[in-house]
């Protein structure tokens, strides 16, 4: 094995632009010398950002760098590799291209181990760096099954310790701290992380809990386990989320966060008191620096949408809402567009319930409900902030809405959520919330309505022809009979559902002077919905049955997704 050009590696780590911690980085090569353990105190210490040190590390190797947590990765490649052979070598196949397993080593240039993989593999090894930690746990999170979470709560089941069902609060935290229930936690969200779980679900029923994930929008059940194993599972949980685990008749709430690989998964939960006991649910919010940025552009957002939404962020002053449902990608819309216009000329700032992604160049503020530091409070420190533009995640009360209300019409850019089902329904949201007629109009200058739809798995996607009732159901046009729409006939990339990712639909309202008048007046949605009609508005539906004449989803998916109104 070679060792790396550790002095090339130093000397383009200082020639990286606004470097300062020379002093630093000479201690920390001094007391690791080239071993890799020096490039992870490198970036522990924050002395460089990870994408740069490994991308440097990877260069002095003469490999690529791949980041594991961020790169495709196929069945196939991971079943190359027995789990044993993956630990111990500290290597994960990504994908093979052309009869060559592409394979993640924390040792790339150590040459008798590819020798050896691609031996096991019974194919060529092509070796790219990734840390040894973030291999580590992707190992963890790849060779998850539900068979081998089956075995380990079986194990656990024939555990004595279990058939005690009033345990004292004390006895159940130091069983809940107990390392084999720590584990089988541990699997559970590694399963969850690989098969793209947004939620988990551990709801006890009458004769046994059972655990579900939600994945592209649909709930699906992971496994089934003893009830006996329920209290102590549920405990664990509320003890990594700092709760009250002696209390189990009211609902609570709580976030924790994991350690993955370089990086820290997060997570929200919320206990509610059942029948047969609490339920939890665990919505698995973005990997901390692991959440893919998209763009405006990447979105698949259609042109009839994109074209003007980007046209009204560019405005100086009012209110943009992204509304819909909890999980319908709203915050990752309104990250695509601060990233448009994100300038050194402009002045961004966030606040937020959690912060998802970091954004450079933009002022992110986290709220925090323990100090009573509100989405209002920080908002109205921000206006003393020489704002340009604001973002606050989501709209929840009077106070915030006049604010936001306030700001637009002085001058301020502002982006917001709601939950609401169509985009007209925001305008009207506001003054429900108690906002006056006079200050909604004038502010509000757009909202743009989002729903997410299930994928067509690409690996199984084959054309059909819909009856003709379908066809006439949705679509007026007669000549569709030649058009090919598409399915998924289900295969083990998307576990038999025939569906892999997700793909967004929406409608946008663009506030016209017409509108405005009717805001005034206190008219209804519809009325406004209908003068929305006339500068070209278009339902969520229609949107959602462009995308699937696209072959990007099912009629099945839009159906499910928007409430029955005809495209017109």
């Known amino acids: 094995m070679l060792n790396p050009n550790v002095s090339q590696f130093a000397q383009q780590?200082?020639?990286?632009?606004?470097?300062?911690?020379?002093?630093?980085?000479?201690?920390?090569?001094?007391?690791?010398?080239?071993s890799v353990n020096l490039l992870q105190a490198l970036i522990d210490n924050k002395v460089v950002s990870k994408e740069d040190a490994c991308r440097l590390w990877a260069d002095s190797l003469g490999v690529a760098y791949v980041d594991p947590f961020a790169s495709v990765i196929t069945d196939e490649a991971v079943q190359k590799l027995p789990v044993e052979i993956a630990r111990k070598a500290r290597a994960l196949g990504l994908y093979v291209i052309n009869g060559v397993l592409t394979t993640a080593m924390a040792h790339p240039n150590d040459a008798d181990m590819v020798k050896r993989l691609g031996q096991i593999a019974q194919m060529p090894v092509s070796p790219v760096f990734a840390l040894p930690r973030d291999i580590e746990d992707s190992v963890l999170i790849q060779y998850s099954s539900e068979k081998n979470l089956e075995e380990s709560l079986n194990e656990l089941e024939r555990s004595?310790?279990?058939?005690?069902?009033?345990l004292a609060a004390d006895k159940l935290a130091a069983l809940a701290d107990s390392e084999s229930l720590v584990r089988i936690l541990d699997e559970v969200i590694y399963y969850a992380l690989r098969e793209r779980a947004t939620d988990i679900h551990i709801e006890p029923q009458e004769t046994q809990s059972r655990i579900r994930f939600r994945i592209d929008g649909n709930l699906r059940e992971?496994?089934?386990?003893?009830?006996?194993?329920?209290r102590a599972i549920i405990s664990r949980l509320k003890i990594l989320a700092q709760l009250?685990?002696?209390?189990?008749?009211?609902?609570?709430?709580?976030?924790?966060?994991?350690?993955?690989?370089?990086?820290?998964?997060?997570?929200?939960?919320s206990s509610v008191p059942t029948q047969y006991g609490e339920k939890i649910v665990l919505r698995i919010l973005a990997m901390s620096g692991k959440k893919t940025m998209l763009t405006l552009e990447k979105m698949m957002i259609s042109q009839t949408i994109l074209r003007p939404f980007k046209r009204l962020i560019q405005n100086p002053n009012g209110i943009i809402f992204v509304t819909g449902p909890t999980g319908s990608g709203k915050t990752t819309t309104l990250y695509a567009a601060l990233h448009e216009i994100n300038k050194p000329d402009i002045n961004i700032s966030t606040i937020e319930d959690p912060v998802e992604i970091q954004l450079a160049g933009v002022t992110q503020s986290q709220v925090n409900n323990h100090i009573d530091l509100k989405f209002s409070t920080i908002l109205r420190s921000l206006l003393r902030q020489d704002p340009d533009v604001i973002l606050i995640g989501e709209i929840r009360d009077l106070e915030t809405a006049k604010i936001a209300t306030e700001a637009a019409l002085t001058g301020h850019i502002v982006f917001a959520t709601l939950h609401t089902n169509t985009a007209a329904q925001a305008i009207i949201r506001l003054l429900e919330i108690g906002v006056e007629p006079y200050m909604v109009a004038p502010s509000v200058i757009g909202v743009l309505a989002q729903r997410l739809a299930?994928?067509?798995?690409?690996?199984?996607?084959?054309?059909?022809?819909?009856s003709r009732d379908v066809l006439r159901k949705y679509f007026r046009d007669e000549g569709l009979t030649d058009v090919p729409f598409y399915r998924g006939r289900g295969c083990a990339v998307c576990r038999g559902t025939g569906y892999k990712g997700r793909i967004a639909f929406h409608e946008?309202?663009?506030v016209t002077e017409e509108m405005r008048t009717l805001i005034s007046e206190g008219k209804s949605v519809q009325e406004i919905q209908k003068a929305a009609t006339?500068?070209?508005?278009?339902?969520?539906?229609?949107?959602?049955?462009?995308?699937?004449?696209?072959?990007l989803t099912t009629i099945d998916e839009i159906e499910a997704n928007t409430s029955f109104e005809w495209a017109s």
């Open 534 to 551: 006339k500068v070209g508005f278009k339902p969520l539906r229609y949107d959602g049955l462009k995308k699937v004449l696209l072959g």
């Open 160 to 166: 004595s310790i279990f058939d005690q069902p009033d």
């Open 508 to 510: 946008l309202v663009l």
């Open 454 to 466: 299930a994928r067509i798995c690409e690996n199984c996607k084959e054309p059909y022809q819909p």
């Open 244 to 269: 009250n685990i002696a209390e189990s008749r009211f609902p609570q709430d709580g976030r924790f966060s994991l350690p993955i690989g370089s990086a820290t998964a997060n997570f929200r939960l």
């Open 222 to 230: 992971a496994l089934t386990y003893s009830r006996k194993l329920h």
């Open 13 to 34: 780590v200082r020639a990286l632009p606004h470097f300062d911690s020379g002093g630093e980085l000479d201690a920390l090569l001094k007391h690791h010398g080239g």
